[in-house]
């Protein structure tokens, strides 16, 4: 029987919440109500709800500029034809809005009782009781899938699902995330919609209370699980997932820009965006160091893609660095690692070109194969590893890579996790039946084609390093490379492993997950945090305020390992 936690929870002692809209709309009543909400949010749903006689509604997708004038003012981010990348769009949420339409607005909210709804309420009025109604951005895919909301840059819900995810990844979430972060601090309440007809809320200040404590001990993100065309299922029985999807194929379990946070208020749950803490306690929560060098960003992910029972992911590379600052705007780019939680026998990894090969020849096989002639003969051009539980394979930026069937990976990469090159697919289609997206010029032009094998053997495979050891642990760097601000280092251990964030002023936040060992405890040697249980392969994050910590097993005389990743910081984070 699994004991992998599918809903974990954070508790908060000493605060509450409220449930149902009959709580909540009494909670809310006045004359003026304003309900600032992340795109993707039921308006409809908070207005039925909250809604009083003769009192006015404006919903804030009423003043949105037509369609073709926004498309216009976002074209230099998000004009062309590329079906899945963009450039990071900088503008204001305000640009959203026809100014006469916002105008208009302004004044008569300032007549008199009224309810404002939707993103961007704030910039209508503050005047009255202000809601953030927040919502996750899993939640938001889903009813992109569903056809029940549109994006807010692109209203209808009608279009394609990629279509709506690439406007909110580069664009609309961009800018209500800057909008919001300043409602954080001084919104009167917290709605949670996440679930339709099941309506959460907390006092602004008992979400402030919430925020400050997660700083302090260590906490999960809630996962969730998706298939893929490829896609396996060893995560169906390990994580103790349902019957219904053909595979799963990929799942995101330390990723707070998708994942989301639950709060245990005395027994009622509140779900919200992980991002909401990253923005408004980023320094105790990922250390002086690293939010001065990223901001309020989380830069490092954890995911898992599952290949047993299913076939190869696809042949790929990611952008180098000034790539991806020139042509996408991100400040930084996707380097990252397979650590094998579970191969088959006979399971292999592609990583980096054979010996000799004609970089001509490889992109002519390439075009060959997408304009529909011969498949691409990859292991011809692509060295293969074999590979074997708790090995560790590195994958700096312009590494062409890709994991084979019959593998369970622990991807750890940085986090701008969108920007994937694909360049040979195997000729399958996506699950929705059309062709996946190949980048092919995109990947050629970050290839690098001096990563053969012997290069590749000597830095990206298995660089083990031995840290230290003490009664019962010990501790070695696994990576990454040292193109990558990623550090890694797994404890073994059969008793109390110690492990340094340094400190919120000098450390970095940690992201672990237990690799090996049916169970362990997360402890504070100074008791700032009660004992944490952590189950196989669950992720964990340890925020860098919560201090230096021990992670033991569960059962005295138990063998556990964790792999740990930080950000690099000049401090020695090793035992």
């Not at 994006?151 to 909110?168: C, E, F, I, K, N």
């Not at 399971?347 to 992109?363: H, K, N, S, T």
């Amino acid at each position: 029987m699994s004991t992998y936690r599918l809903r974990p929870a954070i508790p908060v002692p000493g605060c509450t919440a409220l449930t149902g809209w009959a709580a909540i709309g009494a909670a809310l009543a006045g004359p003026r109500l304003i309900v600032d909400a992340y795109p993707g949010v039921d308006l409809n749903e908070i207005v039925a709800a909250c809604a009083r006689p003769g009192v006015p509604v404006i919903r804030t997708t009423d003043l949105l500029l037509p369609q073709a004038e926004l498309d216009r003012v976002q074209a230099p981010w998000l004009g062309g034809d590329d079906p899945v990348f963009a450039m990071r769009c900088p503008l204001p949420l305000s640009t959203w809005f026809a100014p006469e339409r916002l105008r208009a607005a302004q004044v008569a909210a300032a007549a008199g009782p009224v309810l404002i709804v939707g993103p961007g309420a704030t910039l209508v009025s503050t005047c009255g009781v202000v809601v953030l109604a927040d919502l996750p951005r899993w939640e938001i895919q889903l009813r992109h899938r569903r056809g029940t909301v549109g994006s807010l840059g692109r209203a209808d819900a009608g279009s394609r699902p990629a279509v709506l995810y690439r406007q909110a990844f580069f664009a609309d979430w961009r800018a209500y995330d800057r909008h919001k972060t300043p409602l954080i601090a001084s919104c009167d309440w917290l709605l949670d919609t996440t679930r339709a007809a099941d309506p959460r809320a907390c006092t602004g200040a008992t979400l402030r209370a919430a925020l400050d404590h997660a700083t302090t001990t260590p906490f999960r993100l809630l996962p969730y699980f998706d298939p893929a065309p490829w896609g396996g299922q060893w995560m169906r029985k390990t994580c103790g997932l349902p019957d219904g999807p053909v595979n799963y194929g990929w799942s995101f379990d330390g990723v707070p820009e998708e994942n989301s946070l639950v709060f245990d208020f005395a027994g009622t749950e509140l779900e919200l965006p992980a991002q909401t803490l990253v923005l408004a306690r980023p320094q105790a929560l990922l250390g002086e160091p690293v939010h001065g060098r990223f901001g309020a960003e989380f830069p490092i992910r954890f995911d898992f893609l599952d290949t047993i029972g299913g076939g190869n992911l696809s042949l790929q590379v990611h952008p180098l660095t000034e790539y991806i600052q020139t042509h996408f705007g991100w400040p930084y780019t996707q380097d990252e690692s397979y650590y094998m939680l579970a191969a088959e026998p006979g399971a292999q990894v592609y990583l980096g070109l054979r010996e000799g090969i004609d970089p001509a020849a490889f992109a002519a096989g390439l075009r060959e194969a997408q304009a529909g002639g011969r498949p691409f003969p990859a292991e011809q051009f692509a060295q293969t590893w074999p590979a074997r539980t708790h090995d560790h394979f590195l994958i700096p930026a312009g590494t062409l890579h890709c994991s084979g069937a019959g593998s369970m990976v622990l991807e750890i990469s940085a986090t701008p996790y969108i920007f994937t090159f694909k360049m040979w697919d195997w000729g399958r289609l996506g699950l929705d039946g059309r062709p996946r997206p190949i980048h092919l010029d995109h990947g050629l032009a970050n290839i690098q084609f001096d990563r053969t094998t012997a290069w590749t053997a000597a830095n990206l495979v298995n660089r083990v390093e031995p840290l230290g050891s003490g009664p019962g642990w010990r501790a070695e760097r696994t990576g990454l490379h040292e193109r990558e601000f990623i550090e890694t280092v797994r404890h073994w251990s059969t008793a109390a492993a110690p492990h340094r964030t340094g400190g919120r002023a000098r450390g970095s936040v940690h992201m672990l997950n237990l690799v090996h060992g049916a169970a362990a405890v997360v402890e504070s040697p100074s008791g700032a945090f009660a004992p944490f249980p952590v189950s196989y392969t669950e992720t964990f994050i340890v925020p860098a305020a919560a201090g230096d910590y021990t992670v033991r097993p569960l059962r005295s005389g138990d063998e556990i390992a964790t792999l740990e990743a930080s950000v690099r910081t000049g401090i020695n984070h090793a035992p």
